[in-house]
């Protein structure tokens, strides 16, 4: 048999962080909460109740959208998808079918590589099972909580090769939707959830007449390791002349093996139809455009601003890693312009001394500077002193490096600064311990 070569999609739901509920006005917030506590007639789907939709979760849906050069559709509307399952009470689910707001996006790689985006669309949340033991029997129960929480699905075209592309794509994704404040895209919440259709081809061949959809996955990392395990696992039954059932299938990390759950199923089999209870939506251009001109910086264009200020890659991912950092970063350098101060240091002392979010505000952080800039520093032989105690003290870190693991010289110049409470010039400390290590 020719070289296999997998072909991925994803389909990513992301949790958006209104007030409210999609349909009704519950409060969204459900995390932690007494079971049943945040629930009303709609998102219990009791008869008679009428749902009225959430304008700010449109409005998000748009805002990323255009974060990844969507078209944005003038006029959608919402559909019931049916399907029976306990913790969906009114045997169907709002969502959208063939009119979604958001249309064929797009997202480039490190690698140059486009991802197409096939469709961002909104529905409602499920309930909520809680499998547990009760006086020796096992029951599961229902919190409807979680029920009608605005939900937004991403879906991408079968663009993916490679599962580290998939790890790639997912965690910018999940820092846009930080950047863009609509999501704390928390995967142990349940906030950002993660599903990949995979296949295998031959390399001349077009798309595969079979899916697998691995679901219910809630990490980057174990995600990775099921594509690969899966990737493992067609490959086997394709090398034998047969085919792979088209189903679902579940990631188990204890065992590194995906497992059946069941048959997948197909448009038709959710039977959608148009929501009659919710009028159609027509979205004018003006507020696209509006929408689109209150958009922030995201974060490749964040890193394009910090690469003109001549930091490091690594200075700058871990800036941009994080948006109350990268805020911070920007005030503090703005501050820093009237006192002689280079952006350079400013990053410096934020990612080798942890200090990024130490003070109240930015004019703290470049008071401590220039109180640094004032002292004398440590002589050569004080920092050989502190270096010697640091490495003494970390051992671990020091077996790492020797092993490759080159980024925990960061955390041991952090440690020696500490040490030299902030006396150490920073060239000096680095060529000092690369000595050390290199011994």
């Known amino acids: 048999m020719k070289n296999l070569i997998p072909v991925i999609g994803l389909e990513v739901h992301i ?39 959430n304008k700010k979760a449109i409005w998000d849906t748009i805002k990323f959208g255009l974060a990844l050069n969507s078209q944005i559709s003038s006029f959608s509307k919402f559909d019931r998808k049916h399907y029976f399952y306990p913790d969906l009470p009114k045997g169907y689910q709002i969502s959208q079918y063939d009119l979604p707001f958001c249309t064929k996006g797009t997202f480039t790689l490190k690698n140059g590589k486009v991802i197409n985006i096939r469709r961002i669309h909104l529905e409602e949340d499920t309930g909520k099972l809680i499998h547990k033991t009760v006086d020796g029997k096992k029951v599961s129960l229902v919190d409807y909580n979680r029920s009608g929480v605005p939900l937004m699905e991403m879906v991408t075209e079968p663009d993916f090769t490679d599962p580290s592309d998939v790890d790639e794509f997912l965690k ?82 204890v065992k590194n093996t995906t497992f059946s759950q069941r048959t997948k199923e197909e448009a038709q089999d959710y039977r959608y139809m148009p929501e009659p209870d919710i009028p159609p939506i027509t979205i004018n251009e003006k507020v696209v455009l509006r929408i689109k001109n209150k958009l922030p910086d995201l974060p490749n264009q964040k890193r394009k601003i910090f690469k003109k200020l001549n930091l490091s890659e690594h200075y700058i991912e871990t800036l941009v890693s994080d948006k109350n950092r990268a805020l911070y970063f920007d005030e503090a350098i703005n501050i820093a312009k009237d006192h002689n101060i280079s952006a350079k240091e400013i990053a410096s002392v934020m990612v080798n001394q942890n200090m990024d979010l130490k003070y109240p505000e930015p004019a703290g952080l470049i008071k401590k500077l220039l109180e640094i800039q004032k002292a004398d520093y440590a002589s050569q032989k004080e920092v050989k002193g502190a270096v010697n105690v640091v490495l003494k003290q970390n051992t671990k870190a020091v077996d790492d490096y020797k092993n490759g693991k080159t980024q925990v010289v960061g955390f041991l110049i952090g440690q020696i600064q500490k040490e030299l409470k902030g006396k150490g010039e920073v060239k000096l400390v680095q060529e000092i311990l690369r000595k050390k290590l290199e011994e």
């Open 172 to 253: 910018e994704i999940q820092l846009i939707v930080k950047y863009l404040g609509i999501s704390d895209a928390d995967m142990e919440k349940g906030s950002m959830r993660l599903e990949a259709n995979i296949s295998l081809k031959e390399e001349d061949q077009g798309l595969p007449d079979y899916k697998i959809e691995l679901k219910n996955i809630n990490s980057f990392r174990f995600l990775s390791k099921a594509l690969q395990a899966e990737i493992v696992r067609q490959k086997q039954i394709l090398e034998t002349g047969s085919k792979p059932v088209q189903e679902t299938r579940g990631y188990d990390e």
């Open 15 to 53: 949790e958006l962080n209104t007030a409210t509920k999609m349909f009704c006005r519950c409060r969204a917030y459900h995390f932690g909460e007494k079971p049943n506590t945040n629930v009303c007639p709609v998102c219990l789907g009791l008869p008679g109740a009428l749902p009225s939709a």
